[in-house]
Nanobody
Framework: QVQLVESGGDSVQAGGSLTLSCTSS????????MGWFRRVPGNEREGVAC??????YYTPVVQGRFTISRESAKNTLDLKMNGLKPEDTAMYYC?????????????????WGQGTPVTVSI
């Protein structure tokens, strides 16, 4: 079964930076639209950023602060997060799908992994 593994989450102060990474040994990321999602307990999972052959897309609240990228040779998906705010605190997940729908991935084709936690304190 396909498994995506997220890493890089940490606790940081507001204004700090983190880079999250996603890897898989079963899935070739270059064949899919890839994205990052986040979830706060009690809320719906929301799309944060997406990358596909047509470009990169972000949800407005992270536009200009987050950068999504992927490296085909290493089969990795990264999310560089700058200017972190307390409201960015969440569990972050990656996913593969058919296409980007604004800052989210549509037609998700992978199971959710364990995620990686990000905590931003004042």
């Amino acid at each position: 079964q396909v498994q995506l593994v997220e890493s890089g989450g940490d606790s940081v102060q507001a204004g700090g930076s983190l880079t999250l990474s996603c890897t898989s040994s079963e899935l070739a990321f270059e064949d899919y639209a890839m994205g990052w999602f986040r979830r706060v307990p009690g809320n719906e999972r929301e799309g944060v950023a997406c990358i596909s052959w047509s470009g990169t897309y972000y949800t407005p609240v992270v536009q200009g602060r987050f950068t999504i990228s992927r490296e085909s040779a290493k089969n990795t998906l990264d999310l560089k997060m700058n200017g972190l705010k307390p409201e960015d605190t969440a569990m972050y997940y990656c996913a593969a799908g058919g296409w980007c729908d604004l800052g989210s991935v549509a037609d998700i084709q992978t199971p959710w992994g364990q995620g990686t936690p990000v905590t931003v304190s004042i």
